[in-house]
């Protein structure tokens, strides 16, 4: 019963440095999701990929890159951290992009960046 | 454009008693669904309740129901018999049903719930 897992759950980063953040489903979803959480701002979209070999941007894609690896992965990419991308980080996932299905969530990724 | 408002930042309610949080939206969609989350202060967000654009009657599971006015554009989360577990943190989100759309949700930026002894 994983569902979806994010690794890290934690992470520092200094100014500058890059990391990658992975998420893994097992519920052979086709639509993948990336958010940030920010204090009074809900969940804003980074990227998604509505199935395997896709990707498009979302409404803050920008010092992000995604890849869909495959079905089940589909990670984030910080080439140059920045203060700003201070926040939590959520990968989603849903059957399909329409429909009745929610998006299940990871339990998050909390990234610092001093 | 889609956008969720939630214009309650928080909320207190006497334990037992019910509870409304409110959600209004916009979207020039024909189709669309929308949804509840629970994020309580371990973090996790927690799938509620659903509520189609084209459903005949307000969704319910369990204490949890919709105030759904489609012509006021409002999908207020109605939760009964508060619990001291309900202290959290509720989103409203959005997902449009029309052609292009490719299932990414707006969300609201939440109302926090506190449930009192």
């Known amino acids: 019963n994983a569902g979806v897992t994010q690794t890290p759950k934690f992470q520092v980063l200094k100014t500058g440095q890059s990391m990658t953040l992975q998420c893994a489903q097992d519920?052979?979803?086709?639509?993948m999701y990336w958010y940030r959480q920010d204090p009074g701002m809900g969940l804003r979209l980074i990227y998604y990929?509505?199935?395997?070999?896709?990707?498009d941007k979302g409404e803050v894609p920008n010092g992000y890159n995604v890849s869909r690896l495959n079905k089940r992965e589909f990670s984030l990419r910080l080439e140059s951290a920045a203060p700003s991308q201070t926040s939590v980080y959520f990968c989603?996932?849903?059957?399909?992009?329409?429909?009745?299905?929610?998006?299940?969530f990871g339990d998050g990724t909390r990234l610092s960046i001093l | 454009a889609q956008k969720i408002t939630q214009t309650q930042p928080g909320m207190f309610v006497q334990e037992k008693e019910a509870v409304t949080l409110d959600c209004t939206y916009d979207?020039?969609?024909?189709?669309?669904?929308l949804f509840w989350y629970k994020q309580p202060s371990s973090g996790e967000m927690i799938f509620l309740i659903y509520?189609?654009?084209?459903?005949?009657q307000n969704a319910t599971e369990g204490r949890y129901s919709l105030n759904f006015q489609k012509a006021r554009k409002s999908a207020n989360l109605v939760i009964s018999a508060s619990q001291l577990g309900d202290s959290a943190m509720y989103f409203c989100?959005?997902?449009?049903?029309?052609?292009?759309?490719?299932?990414?949700?707006?969300f609201g930026q939440g109302t926090t719930l506190q449930v009192k002894p």
């Open positions: 989603a996932s849903s059957e399909y992009g329409t429909g009745r299905q929610p998006q299940h």
């Open positions: 519920m052979n979803h086709n639509s």
């Open positions: 990929s509505a199935s395997e070999g896709t990707t």
């Open positions: 979207t020039s969609d024909p189709s669309y669904g």
């Open positions: 509520q189609g654009s084209y459903d005949q």
């Open positions: 989100a959005m997902r449009g049903h029309g052609s292009g759309n490719t299932g990414k949700l707006i």
